[in-house]
């Protein structure tokens, strides 16, 4: 099982439904409080590249992208590969 952490910000409508997918798929994820201004986001930007925008979304450390990535990658029938589940 691939290890997964999501980067969320409270009241993030786009944050809570990448979270639901995840737990929806029944894969452990590590859920990170990461606001504007906290180490945790800072942790976020550098990790990804420099995306500054929540979720940022992390497989076994790859950057995937926010929401709308994983959406597709869900979309394109990738997601369940990439979660170990395929």
């Known amino acids: 099982m691939p290890s997964i952490d999501i980067y969320t910000q409270p009241g993030c409508p786009y944050c809570i439904h990448a979270v639901r997918l995840l737990?929806?798929?029944g894969v452990p994820f590590n859920e990170i409080n990461a606001p504007h201004?906290?180490?945790?986001?800072a942790e976020s930007i550098r990790r990804s590249g420099g995306r500054t925008t929540v979720p940022q979304i992390f497989i076994d450390n790859t950057p995937i992208?926010?929401?709308d990535d994983l959406m597709a990658l869900e979309r394109a029938g990738k997601l369940d590969t990439l979660l170990g589940k395929g």
């Open 37 to 41: 201004g906290t180490p945790e986001r």
């Open 23 to 25: 737990a929806h798929k």
């Open 65 to 67: 992208g926010g929401c």
